[in-house]
């Protein structure tokens, strides 16, 4: 199957600094998802970017489908950031989704 | 917010006993989705259902069934729960018209 690998696992900043999260995948996909899971454990969509970029506030996201890899960029950090983020990638094959996750970056803002 | 909830939201069930996880959507969504996350993991997907009585399973299919009779619930059902059962299980919907999958609050199972 697919494979999506994230970097770095963990991530240490101070308020305020900027920050790169990476998601290589190992195969074509249909589309791409980051999320942003809280503290709390909720699941919140950050973007849906097959490619291309997005910009959403202070983050944004770039999908390179060709090279198969997408970034997501926190600017101007918050102590709310805090929390795991998850690339997933979507194969489609008539019926079938297969939403593929990779393992997370935990990110950690401190004040 | 996507208007999907689950139930319960916790649960502490004995080794072997039967557990049915419900997922309700107010959307009418087709596609719905059962995952599991455990630490070190992100979600990994159990089986998903793209319509009623339709379903499929997906990477971690062995030990859950599910059943769809109504297009707005989903349920997963644990037919004798093991402890490598124990998780946080995620349900979740993509709309029509667009392959973005929406996840809800979530239910944690432990299972002793």
């Known amino acids: 199957g697919i494979q999506v690998e994230q970097s770095p696992p963990d991530l240490i900043l101070q308020e305020g600094a900027n920050s790169t999260l990476r998601c290589n995948f190992s195969?074509?996909?249909?589309?791409l998802q980051w999320f942003h899971q809280n503290p709390w454990g909720q699941l919140i969509n950050l973007f849906y970017?097959?490619?291309g970029t997005k910009q959403n506030g202070r983050l944004s996201a770039t999908t390179v489908a060709t090279e198969r890899y997408s970034l997501l960029y926190i600017s101007s950090s918050q102590t709310t950031d805090s929390g795991v983020y998850f690339c997933?990638?979507?194969?489609?094959?008539?019926?079938?989704?297969?939403?593929?996750f990779g393992s997370g970056t935990q990110l950690t803002v401190l004040p | 917010d996507a208007g999907i909830t689950q139930s319960p939201r916790h649960k502490v069930t004995e080794t072997g006993t039967p557990v049915t996880l419900r997922c309700h959507q107010t959307?009418?969504?087709?596609?719905m989705y059962w995952y599991r996350q455990d630490p070190g993991h992100g979600l990994r997907l159990i089986h998903y259902?793209?319509?009623?009585?339709?379903?499929d399973k997906g990477e971690v299919s062995d030990g859950y069934s599910v059943s769809r009779s109504k297009t707005e619930d989903f349920l997963l059902t644990l037919e004798s729960a093991t402890s490598s059962q124990t998780s946080v299980y995620f349900c979740?919907?993509?709309?029509?018209?667009?392959?973005?999958?929406?996840f809800g609050p979530g239910t944690r199972l432990t299972v002793t």
């Open positions: 979740a919907i993509s709309r029509d018209n667009s392959y973005e999958q929406y």
């Open positions: 195969d074509s996909v249909n589309n």
């Open positions: 970017i097959p490619s």
């Open positions: 997933a990638v979507l194969l489609v094959s008539g019926s079938a989704r297969q939403l593929t």
């Open positions: 959307e009418n969504h087709r596609y």
């Open positions: 259902s793209y319509g009623v009585k339709d379903t």
